[in-house]
Nanobody, 122 residues
Framework: VQLQASGGGLVQVGGSLRLSCSASGRTFSNYVMGWFRQAPGKEREFVGA????????YYADSAQGRFTISRDNAKNTLYLQMNSLKPEDTAVYHCAATQRAFTTDENRYEYWGQGTLVTVSS
């Protein structure tokens, strides 16, 4: 499956952004989907994941209560709604897909998008 993330940009502290990840090539609903991010000078970290049907989600502590993951299997698209953004949310955000069981482990995701940059200014 090919993935392409979009929707990043510059936003002020407290603002919102919605990222999208378009999938093509395989049946989107066969994949558990995840969002990860990598801030400058830091390692990539888990943000959240969603089950194949969209009924289950899981978030990193840093995202819990502010970010919402959703998916539209009919449109082959994954979303990340980010609210109450903070400067520490500044990072390149990647979407990823796995045919394995639901997981937060980036090493178990087989397919990755190219990333979209989110910059939160104070």
């Amino acid at each position: 499956v090919q993935l392409q993330a979009s929707g990043g940009g510059l936003v002020q502290v407290g603002g919102s952004l919605r990222l999208s990840c378009s999938a093509s090539g395989r049946t989107f609903s066969n994949y558990v989907m995840g969002w990860f991010r990598q801030a400058p000078g830091k390692e990539r970290e888990f943000v959240g994941a969603i089950s194949r049907t969209g009924t289950s989600t899981y978030y990193a502590d840093s995202a819990q209560g502010r970010f919402t993951i959703s998916r539209d299997n009919a449109k082959n698209t994954l979303y990340l709604q980010m609210n109450s953004l903070k400067p520490e949310d500044t990072a390149v955000y990647h979407c990823a897909a796995t045919q394995r069981a639901f997981t937060t482990d980036e090493n178990r995701y087989e397919y990755w998008g190219q990333g979209t940059l989110v910059t939160v200014s104070s």
